[in-house]
T-cell receptor, first 111, second 114 residues
Framework: DQQVKQNSPSLSVQEGRISILNCDYT??????FLWYKKYPAEGPTFLIS?????DKNEDGRFTVFLNKSAKHLSLHIVPSQPGDSAVYFC??????????FGTGTSLTVIP | ETGVTQSPTHLIKTRGQQVTLRCSSQ?????VSWYQQALGQGPQFIFQ???????GRGNFPPRFSGLQFPNYSSELNVNALELDDSALYLC?????????????FGPGTRLTVL
């Protein structure tokens, strides 16, 4: 039962343009959402998070948007840089303190 | 500040054996979570330990068990290994209760069950 879904396995974007990574979830009991970035042979690195009581959180080039009615989360990276090339995971936590991750989206930023 | 470390890096076991994986938390963190990541999948939450007590568990059978020690380091034990247990096991530490719940991951232990 995949409660967090990332339907795009891969995404390619030109350097300087916007990257938009999407995530959908099914459980309305999720109260906290996170995005992680993962390079090969390393563990995931925390990027940005958002509480379910908010609809937007911004940190530098990274912005996360939450649409609770659509059960949809997105990560915007502006401007995209070659160093952003990695696998991005979206994750959610429910009120029982269980964490669920999506299957990841591989982002390639083309110089 | 020391990051999250895991040992061993790689491990090969045979079906039916038992395995113990270890994790040292980032300095100052009191919570450890364990994840299983199969090839091509996202991390699957196994359980979390906070102050030496289990504080949340995913959909894994009881043969997956854990411990957290007073210094907040942790072990993941898996009994009666099955072929499907072959995966990357990730440990993440965090400081529970400050509201952000940011988890810092170690590099993982690659377990192969033959």
């Amino acid at each position: 039962d995949q409660q967090v879904k990332q339907n795009s396995p891969s995404l390619s974007v030109q350097e300087g343009r916007i990257s938009i990574l999407n995530c959908d979830y099914t459980n309305s009991m999720f109260d906290y959402f996170l995005w992680y970035k993962k390079y090969p042979a390393e563990g995931p690195t925390f990027l940005i998070s958002i509480s379910s009581i908010k609809d937007k959180n911004e940190d530098g080039r990274f912005t996360v948007f939450l649409n609770k009615s659509a059960k949809h989360l997105s990560l915007h990276i502006v401007p995209s840089q070659p160093g952003d090339s990695a696998v991005y995971f979206c994750a959610a936590r429910n009120t029982g303190n269980q964490f669920y991750f999506g299957t990841g989206t591989s982002l390639t930023v083309i110089p | 500040e020391t990051g999250v470390t895991q040992s061993p890096t790689h491990l090969i076991k045979t079906r039916g054996q038992q395995v113990t994986l270890r994790c040292s938390s980032q300095s100052g963190h009191n919570t450890v979570s364990w994840y299983q990541q199969a090839l091509g999948q996202g991390p699957q939450f196994i359980f979390q330990y906070y102050r030496e007590e289990e504080n949340g568990r995913g959909n894994f059978p009881p043969r997956f068990s854990g411990l957290q020690f007073p210094n907040y380091s942790s072990e993941l034990n898996v009994n009666a290994l099955e072929l499907d247990d072959s995966a990357l096991y990730l440990c993440a530490s965090s400081l529970y209760g400050i509201g952000t719940d940011t988890q810092y991951f170690g590099p993982g232990t690659r377990l192969t069950v033959l």
